[in-house]
């Protein structure tokens, strides 16, 4: 993934994967009869991804 455009791209479609199954995984993460560490587990999950995409970038900037 050293070509920014494809980083874009796969940017791009992530957030269209997360904008139609938004509905379903509020409902997840909401739900009265789930535990209480679902939303712990979404921000996690969201922290990560954020943490390597980052490693990437300043990897390739130096």
Do not use: C, K
């Amino acid at each position: 993934m050293n070509n920014p455009v494809v980083t874009h791209r796969l940017l791009i479609l992530l957030l269209l994967v997360l904008t139609s199954f938004s509905p379903a995984l509020f409902s997840w993460v909401l739900s009265e009869q789930g535990t209480w560490y679902r939303p712990f587990i979404v921000w996690s999950f969201v922290i990560l991804i954020a943490y390597l995409l980052q490693r990437e970038r300043i990897r390739r900037d130096f």
